[in-house]
Structures are given as C-alpha cells and as structure tokens.
C-alpha cells in the first residue's frame, strides 16, 4: 500500500501569521500525551498495523482540528474567526483513510445549530485551508474514500451535526450539499424547525416541515444522522426515510443511563433502516458500569452490547474527539449556553482527564483496531467496523 502523501503542510501556512490572521498557542496534534498501551504482543501490533494499511478506515464522526492550549481563554475568540487549524500531521499517523468532519464550530453564536453565514464561513474556511495542500482530499463520494486510500491521502467528508441553520427554506439543504456536505443532523439537543433534541423533557418529534427535510436529504443522497436527537423524533426519522439513516456518534442506553446514549428501541430501528451505529469516544458519554472511568475499555462495552442488539454489519465508530482538551472546551462551552449538562445527568462515573486510548483523532482508530486484534476479533469483523460497515451503507444513501 502507498505511504501517507502528508508532506509536512501547517494550516494557513500561505498567509503571514499574526498579520494576516490572529495566531493562538494551539495543542499538538502529534505526541501531547503518552500513548495508551494496549500489551499488545509484537504479533499483534504487526497485525494491527496490516489490518490499518490494507483496508479503508473510516471515522464517522470527528472534529480533527487543534483546541488553543488554554481554552478557557481562548476558546471563545478563536471559535469566532472560524479559522481552525487542522491536525495534519496527527491525522497522517491516525491510520484513518477517511473522517466526517463535522463543521459549524466557527463563530458559532447559539446552543442550538450555527447561524447559516457561520457555517458557510467555516466551510469554505475549511476548503480553503485543503486547497493549499495535497494530502487532504475533499470527499463527496464513495470513489473519493477508495481513491485517497489507493493514494495514501486522507479523505475528508463534510457534514453538520444540527439542522437548525436552515430555518424553514428546504432549499437550503441543495445549496449545502452543493458546497459538499454530505450529512446532517436532525437537531443537536435542542429542538428546531424540524424536530426534537435529546436535550428537550418533551419531544413532539418529526415536524411537517422535518419530513420534507428528511424527503430533499434522501433525494440529494445526503447522510441523515439522528445522534443528537429525541427518542420520538430519531424514530419518526428512521420511519420517513428512504433511504438507511446513521446514528454518526452514540452509544447504548441499557449500558450507560443518560440521555446521551440511545436506547435498544432506536438502535434496532436505525440498523433495521440498512444503517449503522457509531460508537462514541468524548468524555464522559460511554461511560459503563462495568468501567466507570471513561477509556476505551467502557467504549468497548458499548460495542459489544450493539453488536449483540443488531450484529456487527450495523456497528462502527464515530469517536467525536478535538485535538486538545476536549473536557476544557466542554466546561467553556456549557458556562457560555448555561444548559444542563445531560451526560452529567445519568449515574455516577469515576472523574478522568482524559479518555485513555480515545483522546484524539490520531490515536482512536489504532486503538480500536488494537483493541479489537488483542480480544481475538477475526479480520473479517475488525475490516467491517472500523471502515467496511460505513462504505457499505454510503453506497445506499449517496
């Protein structure tokens, strides 16, 4: 297999820093904290790395740019300029081939989705950055994953994690999806226009007009997501739609109580749909009575359990992880919206500072794959969760 094309490239390396754009003190995308070991034996770490090279890898959900280093005093500012710094060099050690990248982080100004001039900025932001390098490829099809895996490139897919921002014009979803974002989210925790979020005491569920959201995303061929959705509202989505719909980044109720977590009913629905799940990473989410201090231990449990509910061609990963300190950005994030914390709202959990072996995006996939060779998993099913799974399903919907 080729090598990684990642040839050293920074963000926003064209332009003069601290002329041109405002520079913060950035986390490092490679080396921040010592890696997770698994006790591999040199047989299996060998067969880990083979498993990353010869087959397609895929994140299915993910932010893979560079926290500030201080982002309790950072965070805000720099979240307001949208020019986010990518974590190359991390994601060319990841053994990732492809990540859904989920936008809307720049200037984002309510708790409820980002205001459309907000994602529109961070977008081309974004696209901008990837046009001044040549390891980075912007993915909008099947064909695209493949070939920057033939390539040793990394292939990124755009997406949104909440529908807000398209207020009551449908039409807006084309002019999205002619930008390149390939998903969406119904609604992220909060209610809109189109539905409910997991974050709502009441969910009315699927609205009229988020029916004929779901009805234009199934025409376009564009990912419907239900993560950050009400039970009632993912259910009523799974039913409207044509097409498989994904639950991008979550876990299993019946092993963690929280809103966060999806319970057995929407998790069979989503793979009876044709779809799949992916396995969340952030702090505090998958967490498991089993493993009460968050690490790719308790994630595993959440695995497990869904690949007993709906077998293993319905189950993947959407780690959900930054480049920096994710539990610091959460602590600025819910004093900005003053929200009631939802994971927090479920039982008790051993506190951590980082999720061990699920920090960032550079290291989740090798754990992963780490993880799954040292539990005797066959290359069959280690090939179809960690990328096989997700090609499978986007072949269907886009």
């Known amino acids: ?16 820093p601290g002329r041109d ?50 982002a309790r005093t950072d965070l805000l500012e720099w979240n307001r300029g949208a020019r986010l710094a990518y974590g190359y060099e991390g994601l060319s050690r990841s053994g990732l081939d492809a ?36 390891y980075v490829i912007r993915a909008e099809t099947v064909a695209d ?18 529908a807000a921002l398209i207020e009551n014009e449908i039409d807006r979803l084309d002019v999205l999806y002619g930008l390149g974002v390939r998903q969406i989210g119904v609604a992220y925790s909060d209610a809109n226009a189109l539905g409910s979020g997991l974050r709502e005491t009441g969910d009315g569920g699927l609205t009229k007009l988020g029916r004929r959201a779901v009805r234009r995303m199934n025409q376009l061929g564009m990912a419907v997501d239900v993560s950050h959705s009400g039970d009632r509202t993912a259910l009523e989505v799974i039913e409207a739609s044509e097409r498989p719909v994904l639950i991008t980044h979550a876990g299993a109720r019946a092993v963690w109580d929280t809103p966060r977590m999806k319970p057995d009913e929407v998790i069979r629905a989503c793979a009876e749909s044709g779809g799949v799940i992916g396995i969340e990473a952030a702090p505090y989410t998958t967490v498991s009575a089993a493993h009460r201090a968050h690490s790719i231990e308790s994630v ?20 959900d992880t930054f480049f920096g300190d994710h539990l610091d950005m959460h602590h600025v994030m819910s004093a900005k919206w003053g929200v009631e ?45 960690i990328g096989g799974n997700v090609l499978r399903v986007l072949e269907k919907i886009w």
């Open 341 to 385: 914390d939802t994971i927090r709202s479920g039982p008790a959990f051993d506190p951590v500072e980082t999720v061990s072996g699920m920090e960032n995006p550079g290291e989740c996939f090798r754990t992963v794959t780490g993880w799954l060779v040292r539990h005797g998993w066959t290359d069959d099913e280690i090939i179809a969760v």
């Open 145 to 162: 994953i493949r070939r920057a895996h033939a390539e040793g490139r990394l292939a990124v897919v755009a997406g949104l994690e909440g």
């Open 21 to 70: 754009y405002e520079q913060y003190d950035l986390s490092a995308d490679v080396d921040r904290l010592t890696p997770h070991d698994l006790g591999l034996t040199a047989d299996e770490a060998a067969r880990t790395e083979r498993l990353l090279a010869e087959n397609v890898v895929i994140s299915l959900h993910d932010h893979p740019v560079r926290l500030p280093r201080h």
């Open 300 to 319: 595993m449990d959440h695995f497990r359990y869904c690949v007993d509910l709906v077998g293993i061609e319905h189950v993947t990963f959407g780690p």
């Open 1 to 16: 297999m080729p090598t990684s094309r990642y040839s050293g490239y920074q963000s926003f390396s064209y332009l003069e």
């Open 99 to 134: 990540v859904f990248d989920n936008l809307g982080w720049g200037a984002c100004e309510t708790r409820n989705g980002w205001k459309w001039d907000d994602v529109i900025t961070d977008l081309g932001m974004r696209f901008c950055d990837f046009a001044h390098q040549d």
